[in-house]
C-alpha cells in the first residue's frame, strides 16, 4: 500500500515561484522503489505530463511546457519528491497530482502506467 500526500499549492502572481511537495508512505517497499512523477489537470482539460524522476534522481524528463522554469527532485531518505516551479504562468493554473511507478529505473512519462496517485494540490497563478 502507498500513499501519496502533495503539499505546497497555492496563489501566486505571474512571474512567481512555488515549491511543490509529495510525500509517500509505502508498507513493504521503501520510496526509493519507485519513479515518480508529476501531473496536472486543468479545468475543462485532460491531466498531462509535467515532469518525471528515475528512482535515484539521475534522471529526468519535463513537458516541453516546463521545460527550463520547473524542477524535478527527490529525497529518499525524507520519502519526499519535490517540484520546484519558477516563472509561473497563468496557463500553469491547474490541480497537480504526483504519482508513483513500480519500474523504478525509468523515467516514466505517461500517466496510464502510474501504480499510485496523489490526491493534488491547487496551483493558481494571477496574471
Known amino acids: 500500500q502507498v500513499q501519496l500526500v502533495e503539499s505546497g499549492g497555492g496563489l501566486v502572481q505571474a512571474g512567481g515561484s512555488l515549491r511543490l511537495s509529495c510525500t509517500c508512505t509505502a508498507s513493504g517497499r521503501t520510496f526509493s522503489s519507485y519513479a515518480m512523477g508529476w501531473f496536472r489537470q486543468a479545468p475543462g482539460k485532460e491531466r498531462e505530463f509535467v515532469a518525471a524522476i528515475n528512482w535515484s534522481g539521475g534522471a529526468t524528463g519535463y513537458a516541453d511546457s516546463v521545460k527550463g522554469r520547473f524542477t524535478i527532485s527527490r529525497n529518499n531518505a525524507k520519502n519526499t519528491m519535490y517540484l520546484q516551479m519558477n516563472s509561473l504562468k497563468p496557463e500553469d493554473k491547474a490541480v497537480y497530482y504526483c504519482?508513483?511507478?513500480?519500474?523504478?529505473?525509468?523515467?516514466?512519462?505517461?500517466?496510464?502506467?502510474?501504480?499510485?496517485w496523489g490526491q493534488g494540490t491547487q496551483v493558481t497563478v494571477s496574471s
Open positions: 504519482a508513483a511507478d513500480q519500474r523504478r529505473s525509468i523515467v516514466v512519462v505517461t500517466s496510464s502506467t502510474y501504480d499510485y
